[in-house]
């Protein structure tokens, strides 16, 4: 990819600029605190400081070092302990509605990865964006929550040598988009070469054989602006790129995906949790402990025991049955007593760090689409307009916008997540990459807001879906296991609560 026009512009972006803009809030283990929302830049609040604030990670470090911590014998008894306040947690919560249970969350919120903000008005996604996957479950659920989940209209958006194409990926050998590309004959016959050869791949047939190789197997000798466009996909989408993607999943994306409506709210689908515990009666709500780590569960004859820390103090409570709805990465650490290969199937899973940007300008700079790829960047994947299925193009040029930017890291970076200056100057590249392919928006930018996350996108690597899940997602009565990152190809808000459900009814008969 040439960087000429992209260089040209990211110089005009200063260091003193950029933090004179930025603020931090972020999670080095992964989510974020909610921030009040901010106002737009003046000449006053161009020079406030900026603020870091960063989630406990004390705890899961010292877990992750094998610390060995206290043991107290249980204080209290309860039917159910839930941990993990994220979406299959919420979907376990309501399941239970009337029952004997206590939900044990680290963060001083709920929503996991799912949570949405506000700037000006506003509504803007720090993790969860999206969903294309309905099952008559979630739908009848939503239908209980009074929600109704928007169509994004259109597809895609690619930027390729600073030239934007709109609705760029369609699945199409034939597509008129490849002649928009700025490459020449060549460049464009192996896109449809591509696309030819994995319209003859039967994807039912042929699940498993596919999900053992990578993905980058099915672009070797391919024009590098088709692998960078899936490299791009792929980190934002699963997190990772085509050398560590399944090539089920690559092979299903490229064919199939431009034909499935993608559904959302603004703001991504952070709306679904609070909707769902503000829809609980208060009595229900006075079961959830936040900030209320686990360090350790473990089974006792027909019990269970959960170690936490609450107001600093470790505690035990004694259940029936346990729900541990935290990804496997922190299960394989906590959880006592699992067979071999299932730990060792938990402890394969791997996770992709994973920060977000959201860039608050006072005007609206972009109408390319909901979701967006700068094909070639180096420090994000996407830019998803905030408000696209409120808005959509409809709206005054003199409006604010709020564009999201997904950074998604290679695991070998994860540690700069820890450094407040490398991870500011990686966000600074970040949005010097997105202004240089969005000529004119720099002057209109008033603030920019940065989330940390070091485990947060569980990967959709080779042999994951057929091989690692049906190990780790086995069940540990009376401890039940219900995470997004134990079924179905990607991390979905459908998969995360079908989890929950499914784990529910298992406990309710142990019970």
Same mark, same amino acid.
């Given at each position: ?117 506000? *700037? ?5 996604? $720090? ?8 099952? +008559? @479950? =979630?739908? /009848?659920? &939503? ?113 199939? *995906? ?5 559904? $959302? ?8 949790? +609070? @909707? =769902?515990? /503000?829809? &609980? ?231």
């Amino acid at each position: 990819m040439g960087d000429k026009w992209l260089n040209a512009s990211m110089k005009s972006l200063t260091r003193r600029s950029f933090i004179r803009w930025a603020i931090t809030s972020g999670a080095a283990l992964a989510c974020p605190f909610p921030l009040p929302a901010a106002e737009p830049a003046t000449a006053t609040s161009a020079k406030r400081p900026r603020r870091l604030t960063s989630e406990a990670a004390e705890i899961c470090h010292k877990i992750r070092d094998s610390t060995a911590f206290p043991l107290p014998a249980p204080s209290r008894a309860v039917d159910v302990v839930i941990v993990g306040a994220g979406l299959a947690g919420m979907a376990v919560a309501h399941a239970l509605a009337g029952a004997d249970f206590l939900m044990l969350e680290k963060e001083p919120r709920i929503g996991g990865n799912a949570c949405a903000e506000t *700037w000006n008005g506003l509504s803007y996604c $720090t993790g969860s964006a999206w969903m294309s996957f309905f099952d +008559q @479950r =979630i739908t /009848d659920l &939503f239908k209980k929550w009074k929600l109704e989940p928007l169509p994004i209209k259109g597809r895609d958006a690619g930027c390729f040598e600073g030239k934007w194409i709109r609705d760029f990926w369609d699945g199409r050998v034939d597509s008129p988009r490849i002649e928009e590309l700025p490459y020449n004959d060549g460049v464009k016959k192996g896109f449809r070469e591509f696309l030819s050869e994995i319209g003859k791949i039967d994807l039912v047939k042929q699940k498993a054989k596919l999900d053992a190789v990578p993905f980058s197997n099915f672009l070797r000798g391919k024009p590098q602006p088709l692998i960078g466009y899936w490299d791009q996909f792929g980190l934002s989408n699963w997190g990772a790129d085509t050398a560590n993607s399944s090539a089920f999943l690559g092979v299903e994306a490229a064919s199939d *995906w431009p034909r499935d409506t993608r559904f $959302t709210f603004e703001g991504g689908l952070g709306v679904v949790p +609070q @909707r =769902i515990f /503000d829809g &609980f009666p208060e009595e229900m709500q006075r079961r959830f402990l936040l900030e209320a780590p686990v360090y350790q569960v473990r089974r006792q004859g027909k019990r269970a025991l959960v170690y936490f820390f609450k107001d600093g103090q470790p505690t035990c409570l004694e259940a029936k049955a346990v729900i541990f709805c935290a990804p496997k990465l922190i299960a394989s650490r906590v959880v006592s007593g699992l067979p071999v290969k299932q730990r060792q199937a938990m402890a394969a899973m791997r996770y992709a760090p994973y920060p977000v940007y959201n860039l608050c300008f006072t005007k609206r700079v972009a109408d390319l689409g909901y979701d967006s790829y700068i094909v070639g960047a180096k420090h994000m994947s996407d830019v998803v307009q905030a408000d696209w299925v409120t808005r959509g193009r409809a709206v005054a040029a003199d409006q604010p916008q709020v564009l999201t930017v997904y950074a998604p890291m290679r695991e070998s970076e994860r540690a700069e997540l820890l450094d407040d200056d490398r991870t500011l100057a990686r966000a600074e590249r970040a949005v010097a990459e997105v202004l240089a392919a969005l000529p004119g928006a720099s002057e209109h930018l008033a603030e920019v807001r940065i989330f940390r996350r070091a485990h947060a996108m569980p990967m959709s690597t080779p042999g994951c879906y057929t091989k690692l899940q049906p190990l780790l997602r086995a069940d540990l009565p009376p401890i039940y296991f219900a995470h997004s990152d134990q079924i179905g190809e990607v991390s979905d808000l459908s998969f995360a609560m079908l989890a929950g459900i499914e784990a529910v009814k298992k406990a309710v008969k142990h019970l």
